[in-house]
């Protein structure tokens, strides 16, 4: 019995020898690993592409991950904005050197400023991150002194953030004596051949097939209106026939934010007969119904945008 128990004692004691040996050899040999792993210096990734990237990084046996991207109105989209690490710092080969991209400048849309006074463009424009330009002054028939007739660049196109909208702002009627075009779109073609008549000016009516306008309606004229005009000024007005029709249904389009942690921009383009134009275009909370009255010219699609990007088209 007793050899049994010293038996038992003696291979208690091997195996502890042995699991303090194994301890130790391996750390021993986990550390030659790691001192066989030499240092190098990180490399400066600031203002480089991708491609650069990886090819600098290989060549010191480091590892590239993006961690991110942002908009930088001074750093061109796909250059590395800033680097962790950071260049210069002592590292073992194989370390990750984590970058964020730029994604440059932050692209917004134009709102459509015509029609609106010059304070109201402007507020429109800051809330956009625009800033409101040059400001040139023109006569006007039909829009009183301050009213926006005209803008560059037009409503619906995109531009980067913190650019200028420049804007052509009503003068108000002229008082030298000059005449304007009136603006006779939508207006009776009789209504419109008489006032010509009366004024002396020469007049010439052409009927085509349109869906601008309704039978016997000016759906477009030349001059344009509000152009300077003499006594020997040509006008000619371009008349609905009686097969043309402009159809406007009234309708409501809705629009659900979709679910998320932060506010979205939303913009919203009608398409249908008549061409395209933005029915919608502001910031709005997750979760938010967007409902909008438009009137309709006969098949219309929605294009729903989302923070500058093309989501989906929904189908009236």
């Given at each position: 019995?007793?050899?049994?128990?010293?038996?038992?004692?003696?291979?208690?004691?091997?195996?502890?020898?042995?699991?303090?040996?194994?301890?130790?050899?391996?750390?021993?040999?986990?550390?030659?690993?790691?001192?066989?792993?030499?240092?190098?210096?990180?490399?400066?990734?600031?203002?480089?592409?991708?491609?650069?990237?990886?090819?600098?990084?290989?060549?010191?046996?480091?590892?590239?991950?993006?961690?991110?991207?942002?908009?930088?109105?001074?750093?061109?989209?796909?250059?590395?904005?800033?680097?962790?690490?950071?260049?210069?710092?002592?590292?073992?080969?194989?370390?990750?050197?984590?970058?964020?991209?730029?994604q440059g400048g932050e692209i917004v849309y134009v709102p459509d400023l015509k029609g609106q006074t010059i304070r109201s463009a402007t507020i429109s424009l800051r809330s956009l991150g625009l800033v409101l330009g040059e400001l040139t002054k023109k006569s006007s028939a039909k829009y009183e002194e301050g009213i926006v007739l005209s803008q560059e660049p037009p409503a619906g196109s995109t531009i980067e953030k913190d650019s200028s909208v420049n804007v052509l702002v009503s003068n108000g009627a002229p008082t030298d004596g000059t005449v304007l075009?009136?603006?006779?779109?939508?207006?009776?073609?009789?209504?419109?051949?008489?006032?010509?008549?009366?004024?002396?000016?020469?007049?010439?009516?052409?009927?085509?097939?349109?869906?601008?306008?309704?039978?016997?309606?000016?759906?477009?004229?030349?001059?344009?209106?509000?152009?300077?005009?003499?006594?020997?000024?040509?006008?000619?007005?371009?008349?609905?026939?009686?097969?043309?029709?402009?159809?406007?249904?009234?309708?409501?389009?809705?629009?659900?934010?979709?679910?998320?942690?932060?506010?979205?921009?939303?913009?919203?383009?009608?398409?249908?007969?008549?061409?395209?134009?933005?029915?919608?275009?502001?910031?709005?909370?997750?979760?938010?119904?967007?409902?909008?009255?438009?009137?309709?010219?006969?098949?219309?699609?929605?294009?729903?945008?989302?923070?500058?990007?093309?989501?989906?088209?929904?189908?009236?």
């Amino acid at each position: 019995m007793k050899k049994i128990f010293w038996f038992i004692i003696k291979f208690v004691v091997v195996l502890a020898i042995l699991a303090v040996a194994g301890y130790y050899s391996f750390n021993i040999i986990m550390s030659g690993f790691v001192r066989e792993k030499s240092e190098v210096l990180v490399p400066d990734l600031q203002g480089k592409n991708l491609v650069e990237c990886l090819d600098m990084l290989s060549q010191s046996k480091l590892a590239l991950m993006k961690d991110g991207s942002e908009f930088n109105q001074d750093v061109p989209a796909g250059i590395v904005i800033r680097q962790v690490p950071p260049a210069g710092m002592n590292v073992k080969e194989g370390k990750v050197i984590k970058i964020v991209i730029s994604q440059g400048g932050e692209i917004v849309y134009v709102p459509d400023l015509k029609g609106q006074t010059i304070r109201s463009a402007t507020i429109s424009l800051r809330s956009l991150g625009l800033v409101l330009g040059e400001l040139t002054k023109k006569s006007s028939a039909k829009y009183e002194e301050g009213i926006v007739l005209s803008q560059e660049p037009p409503a619906g196109s995109t531009i980067e953030k913190d650019s200028s909208v420049n804007v052509l702002v009503s003068n108000g009627a002229p008082t030298d004596g000059t005449v304007l075009m009136p603006d006779w779109f939508g207006k009776s073609a009789e209504e419109a051949k008489k006032w010509a008549i009366d004024e002396n000016y020469e007049v010439k009516v052409i009927s085509k097939r349109t869906t601008l306008a309704n039978p016997g309606e000016v759906f477009k004229q030349s001059p344009k209106f509000d152009e300077r005009i003499t006594k020997d000024t040509k006008i000619t007005f371009y008349v609905a026939d009686e097969k043309s029709a402009l159809v406007l249904e009234d309708k409501t389009f809705e629009y659900v934010v979709p679910e998320g942690k932060e506010n979205k921009r939303i913009r919203l383009v009608l398409s249908d007969e008549g061409g395209e134009r933005d029915i919608f275009n502001g910031i709005r909370a997750p979760q938010t119904t967007i409902s909008v009255p438009v009137k309709v010219n006969g098949k219309a699609t929605v294009k729903v945008f989302i923070n500058n990007v093309s989501i989906e088209e929904i189908e009236f």
